[in-house]
């Protein structure tokens, strides 16, 4: 297989994308390190999010709010309550497993909206196995929270029990009043936040797919109610097109609408964007119309109105909200499947190339400056210093050229610019070589920075 889970895996690894964490000490499972390059990427990936959901957005605002919040922030939420997975042990193996999980694996059976009942029901019906040993033996379902609890202060008592927050959508609600009454703004407008969020997920696994500490990328949207659907269909394809922006294709995206009884109670419509990963169709992006729920909940447990004056029409209603829900991570792990290619140069030769054509915005490295010989380094330090206040660039005088060429097309860099001694003695031009093409192009060192930010934009 072409893009296989393993090859994605070992060239992140050896290139600086992702580490396995905290390596030295035999690892912590599922946890991982962003390297050089990765965090390039990731923040590569952030901005790009930023700049269309925010920056170029006149609807939209951002926001950073805390992981840590007040706990009765999941009481109004439903966290506390709801958030958790329906768990059998295995009586033979003593493994866990998720009573959805196995019954979806068995035969495909979607049981979302089935009450754990029907679950525990279906599963001796069907006498599914145990996916470890074989046996067919389960205890009952058990509910399990997937939020991390932790303490405040020095005393380990229920009082100063506090949770990392299993979502960040929520620091975004309680903020809805302040950031409506400092902006002024008029609805619909919209809350951007990127940060950080952790589950106790039961079954984390496929590399950066599903793991316990994660970044995601969030939008609530507040608009009026009735024009909720509307706004649900902008958004929905607003991202669609970010993700062919970013040069996922096509064909390995699906819409996937849920159906109304998979709809969660509060929701009138979802779309989950699946992306075709390595290891089948996974979610990518969850798209909601939340209604008022939220707003409502927090309204009622904080006590504080969290209604809308609305001017025009001289009403106060509750607004209703569109989210787009995105992991950093999955995102990630998209793009560098998407991008991984392995490619013939020269069939006769038996010579192959594996090459990421990441879109230059994303790229770790926007251009590798190579010099010819060590004699042109200093001319080339020159071209890599009028780059790097601009760009992130590399700079590799080791290897003959073509091997710093290939090294290059694995980790994505576009642009491949190499110094000669016609650069010194006759031109002052350099030779830029494209990734994807393989050609090459002669141009004025002068030229350099305003030719690539034109490719690099988004
Ligand atoms: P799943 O069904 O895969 O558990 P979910 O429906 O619980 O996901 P949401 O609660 O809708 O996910 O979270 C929104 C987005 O956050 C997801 O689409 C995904 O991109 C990301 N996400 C959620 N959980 C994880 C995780 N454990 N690891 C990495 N990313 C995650």
Redesign the pocket.
């Known amino acids: 297989d072409q893009k296989s889970m393993d090859k994605i895996v070992n060239l992140c690894k050896s290139r600086g994308f992702v580490y396995p964490g905290s390596e030295i000490y035999g690892g912590l499972a599922n946890s991982w390190d962003y390297g050089p390059l990765g965090v390039e990427l990731k923040n590569n990936i952030k901005r790009a999010w930023w700049q269309k959901f925010v920056q170029e957005s006149p609807y939209n605002v951002g926001l950073d709010a805390s992981i840590i919040m007040n706990p009765e922030t999941w009481v109004a939420s439903g966290h506390l309550g709801g958030f958790s997975d329906p768990l059998m042990d295995c009586k033979s193996c003593k493994t866990r497993h998720r009573a959805d999980n196995l019954i979806e694996d068995f035969d495909g059976t979607n049981p979302a909206g089935w009450t754990n009942q029907q679950m525990m029901d279906y599963i001796r019906e069907k006498q599914i196995p145990c996916p470890n040993c074989g046996k067919t033996d389960f205890t009952d379902i058990r509910q399990f929270n997937l939020m991390f609890k932790t303490y405040q202060g020095v005393t380990e008592n229920s009082k100063s029990e506090l949770y990392l927050r299993?979502?960040t959508a929520q620091g975004i609600f309680v903020n809805f009043a302040n950031i409506q009454r400092t902006t002024r703004k008029k609805l619909p407008f919209g809350v951007a936040q990127i940060g950080k969020?952790f589950?106790n997920?039961i079954t984390?696994g496929n590399f950066?797919?599903?793991?316990?500490e994660?970044?995601?990328m969030?939008l609530e949207f507040f608009c009026k109610p009735d024009t909720d659907l509307e706004w649900f269909q902008y958004w929905r394809s607003y991202c669609k097109n970010f993700l062919l922006t970013l040069g996922l294709k096509e064909e390995n995206l699906r819409l996937r609408d849920h159906d109304p009884e998979e709809l969660c109670f509060y929701s009138k419509a979802t779309t989950?964007?699946e992306y075709k990963f390595s290891f089948g169709w996974?979610?990518?992006?969850?798209v909601?119309d939340r209604t008022n729920y939220d707003l409502t909940q927090h309204q009622e447990h904080s006590g504080k109105s969290l209604e809308y004056m609305d001017q025009e029409e001289n009403t106060k209603y509750i607004p209703y909200v569109i989210e787009p829900?995105?992991?950093?991570?999955?995102?990630f792990l998209s793009i560098v499947t998407e991008a991984y290619d392995e490619e013939v140069v020269d069939a006769e030769k038996n010579d192959t190339r594996v090459v990421m054509h990441l879109h230059p915005a994303l790229a770790p490295y926007k251009a590798a400056v190579l010099p010819l010989s060590k004699k042109l380094g200093d001319k080339a330090r020159e071209v890599y210093a009028v780059l790097a206040k601009h760009f992130s660039v590399d700079y590799d005088e080791t290897g003959s050229i073509g091997k710093r060429y290939r090294r290059q097309d694995e980790i994505g860099t576009p642009f491949c610019i190499t110094v000669d001694f016609d650069t010194i003695e006759k031109d002052n031009c350099v030779t830029v070589r494209d990734r994807d093409t393989m050609e090459q192009v002669r141009m004025p060192i002068d030229e350099l920075v305003s030719y690539l930010q034109d490719k690099v934009t988004l």
């Open positions: 299993p979502e969020s589950r997920e984390p950066i797919f599903r793991v316990r994660f970044e995601q969030e989950d964007f996974g979610e990518l992006w969850g909601a829900s995105l992991g950093v991570e999955r995102l």
